[in-house]
């Protein structure tokens, strides 16, 4: 009887030093290389570029191969990191003077988001955003405070035409700040709230020495209206409605050096010479006709199937139910 004992422990004793070698061997594979749930919820974080940066940081995914290990069973995954490669500016000395003019609707809040969001991506860029309200809305002014860039937040109501008298004040706000700092070294663009925008664009109008010229996407009722461009010259102009226009471009397609502003300051966009509103839709050729501009001078900064910006205009949501849970919250 003693024997047997003997040898039960012998065994138990063996069987508990392999468990244990098991182990040991275990914990010292995951200390060294991690382990399966460790890789499954790893994540990645991106800075936010600073205002004035002159740097975008832009995410390429590379895919590296990693092991986990579990006794007894070999398994393979595979799991992604992220490396930061900065791109770098030739004209981020340049500032992009951005001007939205903004109104108050049920998508209004997403557009804006969306846009801060992209916008937040480019260096050196100043966002004006004009509110067509008898005062600034606590949604504008609270979205422009958690925007990490630098903004100019102001309001003016609406005669008649929408966004021209918006517009009007972004305008005179660069102005009035450039002659008060003796000159500025910007570009000027004015990009509505809803539409969508190629991050390459910001560096096409950053480089416009007097006035770039670029395609729009879903505008003057074509697939494409703009410039057909070729070595940098306009040889044509694709348009939907009224070939007479000597510039049928969307006021998204076009940005202008603010010295050219400085040589013309009595002239406005959305306004004729006696300060009358242009008609819908002749704004834009209006504008860039009383700032001197013609074909021949004109910069392309489009290819001639390069889409940069496209002038989409965002639908209300059908069916949606009143609930007075939510009817107090911002959407």
């Known amino acids: 009887m003693m024997r047997t004992y003997f040898y039960t422990f012998l065994a138990l004793s063996a069987s508990n030093a392999i468990t244990l070698a098991v182990m040991f061997i275990y914990c010292l594979h995951r200390s060294q290389h991690g382990n399966k749930e460790s890789l499954k919820h790893e994540h990645f974080a991106?800075?936010?570029?600073?205002p004035q940066s002159t740097?975008?940081?832009?995410?390429?995914?590379?895919?590296?191969?990693?092991?986990?290990?579990?006794?007894?069973n070999y398994t393979l995954d595979f799991y992604f990191t992220a490396t930061v490669r900065p791109l770098q500016s030739a004209h981020a000395s340049t500032t992009i003077y951005f001007i939205t003019p903004t109104y108050s609707r049920i998508t209004q809040k997403a557009d804006l988001t969306c846009l801060c969001q992209t916008l937040m991506l480019v260096p050196t860029l100043v966002w004006i955003v004009v509110e067509d309200s008898p005062s600034k809305t606590p949604m504008v002014t609270h979205l422009l405070e958690r925007c990490n860039l630098t903004?100019?937040?102001m309001n003016v109501e609406s005669p008649d035409i929408l966004a021209i008298e918006q517009r009007y004040l972004g305008l005179k706000w660069v102005r009035d700040t450039c002659r008060s700092n003796n000159g500025c070294n910007g570009v000027v663009y004015?990009?509505?709230?809803?539409?969508?925008?190629?991050l390459r664009l910001f560096e096409a109008i950053r480089a416009t020495q007097w006035v770039s010229v670029m395609n729009v996407a879903f505008a003057g009722a074509v697939c494409v209206e703009g410039p057909y461009c070729v070595n940098g010259k306009a040889i044509k102009w694709r348009t939907g409605w009224d070939h007479r226009r000597k510039f049928p471009l969307d006021m998204a397609g076009f940005a202008v050096n603010i010295k050219v502003l400085e040589n013309y300051p009595n002239v406005w966009v959305g306004k004729n010479a006696d300060n009358s509103s242009v008609k819908i839709g002749y704004m834009e050729t209006t504008f860039l006709e009383m700032l001197g501009v013609t074909k021949q001078s004109v910069e392309c900064r489009s290819h001639q199937e390069e889409i940069l910006v496209w002038h989409i205009r965002t639908n209300k949501p059908k069916n949606l139910i009143s609930n007075a849970i939510i009817s107090s919250l911002e959407i």
Do not use: A, C, I, R
């Open 46 to 50: 991106m800075s936010q570029p600073q």
């Open 55 to 72: 740097t975008l940081s832009t995410v390429v995914l590379e895919q590296t191969e990693s092991t986990g290990f579990n006794p007894g």
């Open 151 to 153: 903004s100019v937040h």
């Open 190 to 198: 004015f990009g509505d709230d809803d539409n969508k925008y190629d």
